[in-house]
Each structure stands twice: as structure tokens, then as C-alpha cells.
């Protein structure tokens, strides 16, 4: 069976081997749903991505919408439920434990910077500790560490050395908790909402310093985010999440000025934009479903203004927009363009970032202060 198109985007092979890739990943959860009753909850569905040296992905979506699920699978916290993962073509085990290699190799950023810093530690043990479990101390551990502060723009890095994690800014903090994973080289970077609890005034200089390690290093970053304007600043490529599922696959700049999906447009209205004070079509869209009993046919069915009776039963295939852009919605179906004209002309006119026809652009959104 051919790819389709997303996996295909996904697979570029024009920028050469992936260091990780993912085919089909899934993570169901078995739960307690009433006294008695067992459900599952589907927390990601069959998701594909590659991830590129000198590259950065970005997956955006709402809470619940799988990043975090995802993100454990591909750093091999949890066991998946289906699919694979190749590292640097190789499957790897995903129903086992990683091994050291594959730990060192891809390396989590948490979104706390704080709660990921043992608080009784300084610096220099922090940075110290994983140099010496991997056996990359040197013969200079302390100029080993003051390097690697150096590397995440910690200077002069003789003045942060001997420092505790309260004493650091919030910044500071999520800086040494990066230098932390480059302690032990590794090749693929996953981080899980990096800047979404520091100050807005210092987030801008954190993205910049992924932006430094994916040019300068070519390291293979995951930037998991809520905020699409922060994803255009940094990635290369954007997969918009929705529910357990991808339901969009574009370059940056195209995923923000032309998007394609219902959802991508209303994630886009809700972006802060200071020239307008007109209410977001978020606001009136309700919630992301329960994953215990997703909804039948399109998952976004529920608040999609364009929903035509098929969105209802049947669960849409990822449709080509443009080179390099795919896109889970009927619409997009070439066999279905009437019924989509009518649904397109009875949804009505839209908040600004979600014109009527899904073909239209919208602004794209700014960058983040
Ligand atoms: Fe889903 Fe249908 Fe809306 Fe497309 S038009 S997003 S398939 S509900």
C-alpha cells in the first residue's frame, strides 16, 4: 500500500536519512471509566513523522490533543501500543526498555525547568553527572561543564558553575537543563512546551538557542507547542495535532499563511494578534473530545462549521494541498466538491483567521515577543 501523503511529506528524501522516524505510532491506555466499567482511552492514532538532522518539527495542538503522549513514545518512556520506530534506519525495540545508546542519543526537555533540576544540586553536579555516567568527562571535567554552559549562552560561565537552580532566572533554569542533554551528545532533541512557563520577555532568547543548536550542531529537534505563532518563528516543518491524530502536515510559512484544515484555521484565529481586539472563533467552538469514546467519522466533526454528512461516519484520509502540505478533511476531497461548496457557503462568514473557504488564506501569525 502506498504512503499517504503526510507520510510522504514526512519522509522527505531529499533531506537525506531521518535520525528517528516514527511509522504508525498509537497509544491507547486502558482506564476506569464508572464504578465498574473499563474504556480506552485513544490517546494517539497512527502517527508518522522523520525527524531531520539539522531540522526542526514542530507538533502544535491543544491540551489532550496526544503531543505529550507522543513525545513519551519517541523518547521511550511508554511502550507503544502499535507501529515502529526507526533510529537512523534501525528498528529499535519500542516495546522494551530503551538502551543506553538510545537514551543518549534522544533527549527530553521538560517543560518545567525547575522540576526537572534537583534543587539540592548545583550546576556543576548537574552538568557533571551525565558526563560521567556516559564516560564524555575529558580530562578537564570542570572546563567539560564551563563549555557546555558556554554552549547554551551561560556566560561568563565561570559565575553560574557553583550556582543552585533557585538562584538561576527561569531562563537560566530551562538553559541548564538543555546543556544538560548536549552533556551527552546527543542527536535528536525532544522538547515538550520549552518556553510555555518561562516569562514571555525571555522565551524569544530560549527558541533562539534551539535555533542555534539545529544550525550550528545539526541537531534533529521535536518542538512540541500550543503556540503555532512560536512554531512558525522556530520549525522548519509543522504537524498540527487534533484529538489523538495529525490532521495537518505543511512547511512553516505555508501551515500559517495557507492553511488548510478547519482546525489549523481556528488554532490560527486564537493566535494573539494586537492589531485586533475581534473575538476569536475559539472562543465559540467548544472543547477537544474525550478520548474514552472519540467522536464517529472526523474527530472535529462536533465543531466544525464546514461538517457535511460524511464528516459524521466516515474518518477522512490525509488529502494533498500543495508540494509538501497534506491535510485530513473531506474537503479536500476533489470527488466531494460540490457538497463542500455548500458547506463552505452554510458555515457563513467566520471570525478573522477562518475565512469561509478553506482555500483562502489567512494572515500569518506573528512572532512571538
Ligand atoms: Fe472534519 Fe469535515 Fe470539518 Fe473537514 S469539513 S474538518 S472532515 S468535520
Redesign the pocket.
Known amino acids: 500500500m502506498s504512503a499517504a501523503p503526510h507520510e510522504e511529506i514526512l519522509a522527505d528524501a531529499d533531506r537525506g536519512r531521518p535520525v528517528l522516524e516514527a511509522i504508525g505510532i498509537t497509544k491507547h491506555y486502558r482506564v476506569g471509566v464508572g464504578k465498574f466499567k473499563r474504556g480506552t482511552v485513544h490517546a494517539a492514532e497512527d502517527i508518522s513523522l522523520a525527524l531531520y538532522p539539522g531540522a526542526v518539527t514542530a507538533v502544535v495542538g491543544e491540551s489532550g490533543s496526544g503531543k505529550s503522549t507522543l513525545t513519551r513514545m519517541l523518547a521511550r518512556t511508554q511502550h507503544l501500543t502499535a507501529g515502529e520506530l526507526l533510529f537512523e534506519g534501525r528498528e529499535v525495540g519500542a516495546q522494551k526498555a530503551p538502551d543506553q545508546d538510545y537514551r543518549r542519543a534522544v533527549q527530553l526537555v521538560l517543560q518545567d525547568p525547575f522540576a526537572s533540576l534537583n534543587p539540592t544540586h548545583t550546576v556543576r553536579y548537574i552538568l557533571s553527572r551525565p558526563l560521567q555516567i556516559h564516560g564524555l568527562a575529558g580530562d578537564d571535567i570542570q572546563e567539560t561543564v564551563l563549555d557546555l554552559l558556554r554552549r547554551v549562552a551561560l556566560e561568563p560561565a565561570e559565575q553560574f558553575i557553583d550556582k543552585f537552580p533557585h538562584e538561576l532566572s527561569g531562563g537560566q533554569r530551562q538553559r541548564v537543563s538543555i546543556a544538560r542533554s548536549l552533556a551527552v551528545q546527543p542527536r535528536v532533541l525532544i522538547a515538550d512546551e520549552p518556553v510555555s512557563m518561562l516569562d514571555v520577555s525571555i522565551r524569544l532568547g530560549v527558541l533562539n538557542l534551539l535555533a542555534d543548536l539545529r544550525d550550528h550542531e545539526r541537531i534533529a529537534i521535536l518542538y512540541v507547542t500550543h503556540d503555532i505563532a512560536s512554531a512558525r518563528y522556530l520549525a522548519d516543518t509543522i504537524m498540527v495535532m487534533y484529538a489523538g491524530r495529525v490532521v495537518e502536515v505543511a512547511p512553516a510559512a505555508a501551515m500559517t499563511s495557507r492553511p488548510a ?3 489549523t484555521k481556528l488554532l490560527l484565529s486564537a493566535a494573539p494578534d494586537p492589531e485586533t481586539e475581534e473575538k476569536t472563533w475559539l472562543g465559540e467552538s467548544g472543547a477537544p473530545p474525550s478520548l474514552v469514546d472519540p467522536p464517529t467519522g ?1 474527530r ?2 462536533p465543531r ?1 462549521p ?3 454528512d460524511v ?1 459524521r461516519t466516515e474518518a ?1 484520509p490525509s488529502f494533498p494541498v500543495e508540494d509538501g502540505h497534506a491535510a485530513e ?3 479536500l476531497d476533489p470527488a466531494r466538491a460540490e457538497a463542500a461548496a455548500t ?1 463552505r457557503s452554510l458555515a457563513g462568514p467566520v471570525d478573522r483567521g477562518t475565512p469561509a473557504d478553506p482555500a483562502d488564506p489567512v494572515e500569518p501569525a506573528g512572532r512571538p515577543a
Request: one cysteine or more; a neutral charge; proline letters at 12%.
Open positions: 484544515h478547519p482546525y472526523c472535529f466533526h466544525c464546514f461538517a457535511m464528516c477522512p478533511c473531506w474537503l458547506a
